[in-house]
C-alpha cells in the first residue's frame, strides 16, 4: 500500500505515475493569452520600428564614417579592456562569496549588486566623488602618481567596469554554488593547496560561468551611457562610445542616431544567441 499523498496522485494512461513534463491540454486561457501578446508586441515593435526605419541602401557608407568607427573602436577597446578587468577582480570576489564563511558575508553579497540597481548617473557621481580631481583617492592619486581619471578612456573604463562587474560576479557565484566541491575535497585530500585546487579543479568546472559571465559582462559594458557620461565626459576621440554617439546624433542626424542603434542591437543579437544553450535550453 502506498502513502496517502501516493494514492491521491492522477495515474498515468495505465495506471502509473503521470509522465513528468507532459503538457497540459484544453483550450488557451484569453486571459492569459491577450497580456502574453501584448507583452510581446510591446517588446518587439519597438526593435521592428528601428529595422523599418534604418537608411539600408546609405548603411554601409553611414558605418565607414569617421566618426562612427572612432566611436566604435573606443567602445569595443573600453568595453574588452573593462572585462578584462572585472574578470581580474571578479572571479576571485566571486570565489570569496561562494567558498568562504565570513561575518558579513551577506552584506557583502548586497553590496556587489547594488550596481545593478543603482542608477548609473548615481554610479557616476559616486565615481567622481571617490576618483575624481578632487576625490577621496583621485586627490590621491594625482598627488602621488599625476594619475587623472575622470574625462579620460581610462575613465570610460573604470566607469563600465563599475556597473558591469556585478554581472560576472553573479555568474560565476551561482556556478560555484552549483559545481559538485567532491572534487574540491579530494584534490586537497591529496596535498594541492588552495591555490592548486582553484586553478586546477574548481577554475576548469565553472569556465562556462565564467565564460557566460564575462560575455554580459562585456555586453553591460559595451551599452554603458549614464555612469560614462557622467564620470568621463563626452569627448570625440576619447571618451564618446557608441551609446554616447548614439545619443548626440539622435539631436542632430536621426538616421546616424539609427545606424548606430543597429549596431548595438547586432551585438544584443549575437550575445543572446552565444547564451542560448545556458538560458534557453535550460530547465
Known amino acids: 500500500m502506498g502513502?496517502?499523498?501516493?494514492?491521491?496522485?492522477?495515474?498515468?494512461?495505465?495506471?502509473?505515475?503521470?509522465?513528468?513534463?507532459?503538457?497540459?491540454?484544453?483550450?488557451?486561457?484569453?486571459?492569459?493569452?491577450?497580456?502574453?501578446?501584448?507583452?510581446?508586441?510591446f517588446l518587439v515593435l519597438p526593435l521592428a520600428g528601428l529595422l523599418i526605419r534604418a537608411p539600408w541602401p546609405t548603411l554601409l557608407e553611414r558605418l565607414a564614417e569617421p566618426h562612427v568607427l572612432e566611436a566604435l573602436r573606443l567602445s569595443l577597446v573600453c568595453a574588452t579592456i573593462a572585462t578584462v578587468a572585472c574578470l581580474l577582480l571578479g572571479v576571485p570576489l566571486a570565489w570569496l562569496l561562494a567558498r568562504v564563511e565570513f561575518p558579513g558575508r551577506r552584506v557583502v553579497r548586497a553590496l556587489v549588486t547594488v550596481p545593478l540597481v543603482l542608477p548609473p548617473v548615481v554610479g557616476g557621481v559616486a565615481l567622481l566623488l571617490v576618483l575624481g580631481r578632487r576625490g577621496l583617492v583621485g586627490q590621491w592619486l594625482e598627488a602621488a602618481f599625476g594619475v587623472t581619471l575622470p574625462f579620460t578612456s581610462a575613465?570610460?573604463?573604470?566607469?563600465?567596469?563599475?556597473?558591469?562587474?556585478?554581472?560576472?560576479?553573479?555568474?560565476?557565484?551561482?556556478?560555484?554554488?552549483?559545481?559538485?566541491?567532491?572534487?574540491?575535497?579530494?584534490?586537497?585530500?591529496?596535498?594541492?593547496?588552495?591555490?592548486?585546487?582553484?586553478?586546477?579543479?574548481?577554475?576548469?568546472?565553472?569556465?562556462p560561468g565564467v565564460v557566460a559571465g564575462a560575455v554580459l559582462c562585456w555586453a553591460r559594458a559595451l551599452g554603458e551611457f549614464g555612469a560614462t557620461i557622467t564620470f568621463a565626459g563626452n569627448f570625440p576621440g576619447t571618451t564618446r562610445t557608441m551609446p554616447l554617439a548614439v545619443y548626440l546624433a539622435l539631436e542632430t542626424e536621426p538616421e546616424a542616431a539609427i545606424v548606430l542603434s543597429l549596431v548595438l542591437l547586432a551585438v544584443s543579437v549575437v550575445i543572446l544567441a552565444s547564451l542560448r544553450d545556458r538560458w534557453v535550453n535550460s530547465p
Open 155 to 207: 575613465g570610460v573604463i573604470v566607469a563600465e567596469a563599475f556597473v558591469a562587474m556585478p554581472f560576472l560576479v553573479i555568474s560565476v557565484e551561482g556556478a560555484l554554488r552549483g559545481a559538485d566541491q567532491r572534487f574540491e575535497e579530494a584534490a586537497a585530500t591529496l596535498g594541492a593547496s588552495r591555490w592548486t585546487v582553484f586553478r586546477r579543479v574548481t577554475l576548469p568546472m565553472v569556465m
Open 3 to 41: 502513502s496517502p499523498a501516493q494514492q491521491s496522485q492522477p495515474a498515468g494512461p495505465r495506471g502509473g505515475r503521470p509522465a513528468a513534463g507532459r503538457e497540459v491540454r484544453g483550450r488557451l486561457p484569453w486571459m492569459l493569452v491577450v497580456p502574453a501578446l501584448a507583452g510581446l508586441a
